[in-house]
């Protein structure tokens, strides 16, 4: 894992102060090697940058940026190729030479074999910038998921690249002016959807995409997407598909545990986690298992990690944490974070990440379960919420009334807050409602937060309209597999992902994801969904494959995730901070959002009137990177 940044200017020559500058913001990526190369041709010059983490060939030949033999030909590159070694013997075979053991020079004379038509036989998880100096063209790619970043921008004469957003705006010649379509749907989302970003003038490279550059004009193309389909026809046993399903779950781990350093795996106590880890130490017993626990019992999963760590008889660190301990990891967002994010449980993998990468530097992760096997509640609530349409006007204000009664509880993802969440949602499309039930505010809500003029400048625009892109593109016609597709490309690729990557990678961990190998989801996309969401039942096929691999309390308790008690922590141990980014002082100053309005927020959920901790926490965020990437002009 490692940073990459770079330049391609069209009328001058690349400033080397600046890119050096790019590459100190991405420090914490690759603190183990760097290496920076700067081209000139005719009027112009190309500078590829590279901060290394040292995964694979730990040797001063796997220094990039990486040429080709002649030079016409420069990497630099960021991720893993899972199938290098495969790779590297047929392009032997056809002649090609090697200077290094690792796998991005598989990438190098792979594009010189098929162009951009490369990117179809990699697997991995990947972004990397490529400059052909006989084409004079720049490459950008970024693998099928989106498990790794890519930034760009178009700045006067040229285009700059980067992993974060924090090393393009080093750039001199980029602005820093907010696009307040993606602060509108950030407020929504609690993320930004991809290819937009907080900042106009900067974009993400979608999963799935490349981009190429050349005589100043951009073309970009898409070499896969996620494979669902209607009402998929299932030509195989129950037990066919479990066999399957381990099968292909066997490989993903194994190449995975392919590296010169060593490996551990995330545990967190659920069932993903568990049988990646079950798979793992399998493959190699030796592999300790990482944990983290809480002295806070609302949010402390330790129990259940133990357990899968005992049923499985491996080696299992845990540390554990106080709720100060947890509180004090605040300080570290603005330093994480490129643009808002407000996935709160992004402290807890901060120190997941931090306390795992002091014994080693590659960890598994079973992130993507609840995306591939509908594993989240809301998939159970959007069956239960059929019935409630279909229930009279009447008796819907009735239930809505005694809704509204309930007392107000601070706990971590309360009942009061279950309830009044699924009601929110209640009367709009699906697809809308799981964005509704996963995020925060709702159009309603940001016509009293935003401000005068705000509201008039986003009068045109409409918050949803990458949900319907995508439902156009994807040419699904099914609720379900609609909400699974859009989870994954919105959730997933915007949401977890970035927070498992900014958290991760400030701490100079590398995460792997076998859930999320290509070959894996492409099995379980074109699994029928009753092995997913089976009535009721969450992951029912993942949750087969689990059955005398761990125990039954752990598969088919109640899923709670990386859950900490932000209700709670707004009233007291947030309180202070809380009135400060959200005083009236800042509020006015800035523009975006109405005061009474906040201000109300903040009084009905500190007298315990109303749940408002989605909404606070989602503006508490905003305002902690404003401050930083925008007041403080970095």
């Known amino acids: 894992m490692c940073g990459i940044y770079g330049q391609v200017s069209l009328r001058d020559k690349v400033n080397p102060q600046v890119l050096q500058t790019m590459g100190q913001a991405l420090k914490h990526r690759g603190p183990d090697d760097e290496g920076e190369m700067i081209l000139h041709q005719g009027g112009g010059s190309v500078g590829l940058g590279h901060k290394r983490l040292t995964i694979i060939d730990l040797s001063a030949a796997g220094r990039q940026p990486m040429p080709n033999e002649d030079e016409t030909i420069w990497l630099t590159f960021n991720g893993e190729i899972y199938n290098y070694r495969e790779l590297k013997k047929e392009l032997e075979d056809k002649g090609h030479r090697f200077q290094s053991r690792t796998d991005a020079e598989v990438i190098v004379h792979l594009y010189e074999e098929m162009g951009t038509g490369c990117l179809e036989k990699l697997k991995g998880m990947f972004a990397f910038g490529l400059w052909d100096s006989d084409q004079k063209a720049l490459f950008l790619a970024r693998d099928r998921l989106g498990k790794k970043p890519l930034h760009y921008a178009f700045v006067d004469g040229g285009i700059v690249f980067a992993s974060e957003i924090k090393a393009l705006i080093k750039h001199p010649q980029l602005s820093k002016e907010l696009d307040l379509m993606s602060l509108n749907k950030y407020l929504t989302f609690e993320y930004i959807p991809?290819?937009?970003?907080?900042?106009?003038?900067?974009?993400?490279?979608?999963?799935?995409?490349?981009?190429?550059?050349?005589?100043?004009?951009?073309?970009?193309?898409?070499?896969?997407?996620?494979?669902?389909?209607?009402?998929?026809?299932?030509?195989?046993?129950?037990?066919?598909?479990l066999e399957q399903l381990r099968e292909i779950l066997d490989r993903a781990v194994r190449r995975r545990l392919v590296a010169d350093v060593p490996v551990g795996v995330f545990l967190s106590g659920g069932i993903d986690s568990g049988m990646v880890a079950a798979v793992a130490t399998r493959a190699n017993q030796d592999l300790e298992c990482f944990s983290i626990g809480f002295d806070d019992p609302s949010f402390d999963e330790r129990k259940y990690a133990t357990r899968v760590a005992n049923a499985l008889n491996v080696k299992h660190r845990l540390k554990m944490f106080s709720s100060q301990e947890m509180l004090e990891s605040l300080h570290v967002l603005p330093d994480i974070m490129d643009e808002p994010l407000a996935d709160a449980s992004i402290l807890p993998t901060y120190l997941l990440s931090k306390f795992t990468a002091e014994s080693v530097k590659v960890a598994l992760s079973g992130d993507g379960g609840d995306e591939l096997f509908a594993g989240y509640p809301t998939y159970q609530a959007h069956r239960l919420v059929?019935?409630?349409?279909?229930?009279?006007?009447?008796?819907?204000?009735?239930?809505?009334?005694?809704?509204?009664?309930?007392?107000?509880?601070?706990?971590?993802?309360?009942?009061?807050?279950?309830?009044?969440?699924?009601?929110?949602?209640?009367?709009?499309?699906?697809?809308?409602?799981?964005?509704?039930?996963?995020?925060?505010?709702?159009?309603?809500?940001?016509?009293?937060?935003?401000?005068?003029?705000?509201?008039?400048?986003?009068?045109?625009?409409?918050?949803?309209?990458?949900?319907?892109?995508?439902?156009?593109?994807?040419?699904?016609?099914?609720?379900?597999?609609r909400i699974l597709y859009l989870s994954m490309k919105l959730y997933l690729q915007d949401g977890v992902l970035v927070k498992v990557d900014r958290a991760s990678m400030a701490n100079s961990l590398e995460v792997r994801c076998p859930l999320l190998d290509h070959e894996f989801v492409e099995f379980v996309c074109g699994l029928p969904m009753l092995y997913k969401l089976n009535?009721?039942?969450?992951?029912?096929?993942?949750?087969?494959?689990?059955?005398?691999?761990?125990?039954?309390?752990?598969?088919?308790?109640?899923?709670?995730?990386?859950?900490?008690?932000?209700?709670?922590?707004?009233?007291?141990?947030?309180?202070?901070?809380?009135?400060?980014?959200?005083?009236?002082?800042?509020i006015r100053r800035q523009g975006f959002f109405d005061w009474g309005y906040v201000k109300r927020l903040m009084e009905d959920h500190m007298a315990k009137k109303r749940d408002n901790r989605k909404l606070l926490w989602t503006l508490l965020v905003f305002q902690i990177w404003h401050e930083r990437f925008v007041e403080n002009r970095l």
């Open 194 to 241: 991809a290819p937009a970003s907080i900042f106009q003038k900067v974009k993400k490279l979608e999963p799935g995409h490349y981009l190429l550059y050349r005589d100043g004009q951009a073309q970009s193309g898409k070499y896969w997407d996620i494979p669902l389909v209607d009402n998929p026809i299932g030509f195989k046993t129950e037990a066919e598909y």
């Open 386 to 481: 059929t019935y409630y349409d279909f229930l009279p006007g009447s008796v819907k204000a009735v239930l809505r009334g005694v809704a509204s009664c309930l007392p107000v509880s601070h706990d971590n993802i309360s009942t009061d807050f279950k309830i009044k969440q699924f009601l929110k949602g209640a009367g709009v499309s699906s697809e809308i409602r799981f964005f509704i039930w996963m995020g925060a505010f709702i159009d309603s809500e940001k016509k009293e937060l935003l401000s005068d003029d705000l509201n008039a400048e986003l009068r045109k625009h409409n918050t949803y309209e990458d949900i319907f892109a995508y439902i156009n593109d994807s040419k699904l016609t099914k609720d379900l597999e």
């Open 535 to 586: 009535g009721l039942k969450t992951k029912y096929l993942l949750k087969k494959a689990t059955q005398g691999i761990l125990p039954r309390s752990v598969v088919y308790r109640q899923k709670k995730g990386f859950g900490i008690p932000i209700s709670r922590w707004l009233m007291k141990e947030l309180r202070e901070l809380t009135l400060e980014y959200l005083s009236e002082r800042r």
